[in-house]
Structures are given as C-alpha cells and as structure tokens.
C-alpha cells in the first residue's frame, strides 16, 4: 500500500529521525524540529557572496581605487565604475584593464580586431 494515503503508517522526522504518526501534512514530529527546520532555511548563507569582485572602482573625493566595493571607506562617498580589473602582482594596487591597453591598440579592418604596431 502506498504511504501517500495511509494515514497509520510513520514517517521519520526530518530532523531528528524520530518516527511518528503524521496527522495531515506534518513533516516534524514536534514544535522543536518544525522550528529548527524553519532556522535552517532561513538561515543567512555561511560565505557571503562578493558582488562584482573583479571591478574596479574609483572615489571621485580621494582617489582611491577599490576593487569590488563600490563606496570608498575614506570619505563615505560613492564609486565611480573605471571597469575590469584586479590587483597589480607587483604593487598589490588595484589595476584596471582599460589602464593596462590603450583604446586605439585595436583597429577594426572589415570586422576583424587586428592589433595595431606600436611605435
């Protein structure tokens, strides 16, 4: 007989694997369990998530750059997005693609990018 419509047959706990006669749609066998299962989906994620961790900011106040924060610690202003990037391996400063290569290195002949010759 299926365990969907008998009513006399026992479940385990989610939680603690107790078993127990549900009556309707329980899934806990007491209060305890119903609420540490409801603490265990709320709870906050273990490892916060960094938005945007590979962009580079600068604070129009101060000039510093940041990577992945988007309002600079010094002067409690907002960011200005310069673009991709990440620290430098020699200076440890934050570094942004656009810093590293000029707009014109790439030209576009007949829609190709071809790298230009620097001089």
Request: aromatic letters at 6%; one cysteine or more.
């Amino acid at each position: 007989m299926s365990t969907v419509r008998d009513d006399t047959a026992t479940i385990a706990c989610e939680i603690c694997g107790v078993r127990f006669i549900p009556q309707g749609r329980q899934r806990y066998c007491d209060t305890p369990c119903r609420q540490t299962a409801w603490r265990r989906r709320k709870a906050a994620p273990r490892h916060p998530v960094v938005a945007k961790a590979g962009i580079v900011y600068e604070c129009g106040s101060c000039g510093n750059r940041l990577i992945g924060i988007q309002r600079c610690e010094d002067c409690n202003t907002w960011a200005r997005r310069v673009g991709p990037g990440g620290c430098c391996p020699h200076c440890d400063e934050p570094v942004a693609v656009s810093d590293l290569i000029e707009p014109d290195q790439f030209a576009d002949q007949g829609g190709k990018l071809t790298k230009v010759p620097t001089t």
